[in-house]
């Protein structure tokens, strides 16, 4: 289906013929099928949807039979049968009262109408074509730069059910509150349908959704994120169920009003009904907030429906190292934010072991879906199409898959624009001496201000990838042979080491955190705690997760070795000991040896670790034994502090922590002796 150019208001629609004068009631002046234009804004050739519009005349008031008639006319043109589907959209029409409806096909077609539209609007600006190929940047309202956690609610039946790390409200409370939000949301606006599937289609754990949306910006990050458009409408026309999810902007248009570029409300919800498997978010139009499919649905509810069924929905990236005999071990890893998750994901060899025959694939760089494959080991997917990845930092140097990914068809938003129109940020290179900067203001490299905001994005296909694993997109997803965990500590941990079972695997991704600095915090050493990454993410009780992290352990006939790694400790003077970025697989490479058991480790009141012979530090110029030593050192004091502030992270889940891990922590102390 073809995009109805619908949410301009009545000026622009007279020009077709067309007339809103109340929610969902259409009056023409001739009847219209398929009619093709001239959208006034962009200057394109599109299609108007509606195949009958109602005749009547200026002014005549519609009773509410007629307008319930119109509003049935508005789903006509569905390409789906599918009779709940419809009633939910039916219900969302008339509580929103959309000027449009717009059946997303996901084509190419549809994706470079959008984005031309949204160039007219002044959401998007069109990029160099020959240095960023089909690419856009887009510039959000200040007020809406990020994921909004304060904002962040499960309201689950019970609040014991969501938990005391989730914001939690009373499900009915919260969506009649949330009705009268959505009233009106989309008048003068157009609603776009996106049926997508998180996972490959064809895959045991795919999810296929339905996102209700009025910003035109979310569909086309869809479209690279997801699978979405005509392959599941055909799901859905097989009668299966769907995750409903509603997004709206929440800016209604007058008639006749002007639209802003990035339009947003100041109070944002992001509402997750797990038992319903539903989400509503209104107010924002940014990233995982909007994008209801990423973060909403592939962890929050994802992660409900995982515990359900035997499965783990995960903040983890997945991939493949491949030793010079041939032999992959694929691992998952999950790291708090700004632990360089991404980078990590898309690493290449160093010279060195890339001499030695080292190589490495990516499965995906943010979300794991893993299960109890055939095979008998945990096996993963990548539930996701693209990558939603931070700007800033990110280089030839520190990441140069990224940065290939980007080359083309890709959407950017907030970082700062050349004089040239092409994109920078922080961390890519020198600054040139003016840009534009997310703001839309003129930036010098005196100025005193960041050039590209700090949670700058790009969205960029993950087919892209140089290094992207053949068995990417496969449906039985590729079998686990490690699980990661880590964290950004400047003390305590050392650069790696090995559980001694998978219990102790879980006690030590429960307890994972990462350091605050003085100037972060006001006090060093204070461990902000993120279990396996998800603390922002879990659907339900955290405790409860733990415990059905440990009862996985009877489902998995060969369990995966589970690691702890740290490349962001510090000597007394603040450097580095470790060189990070593409000398980290050095550290993978050790894992992958040990899972194929051609490496000893040796015990550790904290785990197994490696001896200095048994790490590849070959080419690794001026790294010698004395550093190595001072990178993996265990000191018992620092311990000591580390079970103190477990204890205190512990204590807020008490009611619910599993005993097991208690008698973890209770072993360490009993090491500590």
């Not at 999810?207 to 949306?213: N, P």
Request: glycine share 8%.
């Amino acid at each position: 289906m073809k995009y109805n150019q619908g949410n301009q208001g009545a000026a622009n629609h007279a020009k077709h013929g067309l007339v809103f004068t109340s929610p969902l009631a259409f009056q023409v002046r001739a009847t219209i099928r398929h009619a093709t234009t001239i959208c006034p804004e962009s200057g394109t050739r599109v299609i108007l949807n509606i195949k009958r519009a109602v005749e009547g005349r200026m002014g005549h008031r519609k009773s509410r039979k007629e307008l319930m008639m119109e509003q049935s006319d508005l789903l006509k043109d569905a390409p789906v049968r599918h009779p709940k589907l419809l009633a939910w959209i039916e219900q969302v029409v008339a509580m929103c009262q959309p000027s449009a409806i717009h059946w997303c096909d996901g084509s190419e077609e549809e994706w470079s109408q959008l984005c031309e539209l949204m160039v007219h609007k002044g959401t998007l600006t069109r990029l160099n074509p020959k240095k960023h190929p089909n690419s856009f940047l887009a510039r959000s309202a200040p007020s809406d730069v990020a994921r909004v956690e304060e904002r962040t609610f499960i309201c689950s039946r019970r609040a014991v059910d969501a938990g005391p790390t989730n914001n939690w409200r009373d499900p009915k409370a919260m969506r009649q509150l949330l009705s009268e939000k959505f009233r009106g949301s989309m008048r003068g606006r157009t609603l776009y349908v996106v049926p997508f599937c998180m996972g490959p289609l064809d895959s045991p754990l795919a999810l296929v959704g339905v996102e209700l949306t009025d910003s035109p910006y979310v569909v086309v990050n869809m479209k690279i994120m997801c699978h979405m458009g005509q392959r599941v409408w055909r799901k859905l026309d097989q009668g299966i169920d769907y995750l409903p999810c509603l997004h709206s902007v929440g800016v209604p248009l007058a008639s006749g009003q002007s639209d802003v570029p990035w339009p947003c409300q100041d109070e944002k919800y992001i509402v997750h009904f797990p038992e319903d498997r539903e989400v509503w978010s209104y107010g924002s139009g940014y990233g995982g907030n909007a994008l209801l499919g990423k973060k909403c649905v592939a962890l929050r509810i994802a992660s409900v429906i995982a515990r359900d069924n035997g499965w783990l929905a995960e903040h983890m990236l997945i991939m493949g190292i491949e030793s010079p005999n041939g032999k992959k071990t694929y691992l998952t890893a999950a790291f708090p934010s700004a632990c360089g998750k991404t980078n990590l994901a898309m690493i290449q060899p160093p010279k060195s072991l890339a001499e030695q025959g080292w190589k490495t694939t990516l499965i995906g760089d943010d979300i794991a879906w893993l299960w109890p494959g055939s095979s008998g080991k945990l096996h993963a997917i990548n539930p996701e199409t693209g990558f939603f990845g931070v700007a800033p930092g990110t280089s030839w140097d520190s990441n140069p898959g990224a940065m290939a990914a980007m080359s083309s068809n890709t959407i950017f938003t907030n970082v700062a624009l050349t004089d040239d129109h092409c994109v920078w940020w922080e961390g890519l290179c020198p600054p040139p001496e003016h840009l534009i900067d997310w703001t839309g203001q003129d930036w010098s490299p005196d100025c005193g201000r960041k050039a590209a905001h700090p949670n700058s994005r790009f969205t960029a296909p993950a087919s892209q990838c140089p290094n992207i694993d053949p068995r990417w997109q496969d449906p039985e997803g590729v079998p686990i042979d490690a699980i990661v965990f880590g964290g950004r500590r400047p003390t305590t941990m050392p650069l790696v080491f090995q559980a001694f079972d998978w219990t102790h695997g879980v006690f030590l991704g429960a307890t994972q955190g990462s350091e605050t600095t003085a100037a972060a915090a006001g006090a060093i050493g204070l461990v902000r705690r993120d279990p396996m990454a998800m603390l922002p993410f879990c659907g339900y009780n955290m405790g409860h997760y733990f415990d059905h992290w440990l009862q996985m352990r009877t489902l998995i006939k060969k369990l995966p070795r589970i690691f702890h790694v740290n490349w962001f400790r510090r000597d007394p003077s603040g450097r580095f000991l470790w060189p990070g970025f593409r000398e980290n697989l050095r550290v993978l490479e050790w894992i992958a040896l040990r899972c194929q058991g051609k490496i000893p480790g040796y015990e550790t009141p904290i785990g197994w670790i490696p001896e200095w012979d048994d790490f590849n530090c070959e080419g690794l110029e001026p790294f010698e034994e004395k550093d190595f030593h001072a990178a993996m050192e265990f000191r018992q004091e620092e311990w000591r502090s580390e079970i103190h502030s477990q204890g205190e992270f512990f204590l807020k889940l008490y009611h619910d922590m599993p005993k097991e891990l208690m008698c973890q922590r209770e072993l360490l102390m009993a090491r500590m002796a």
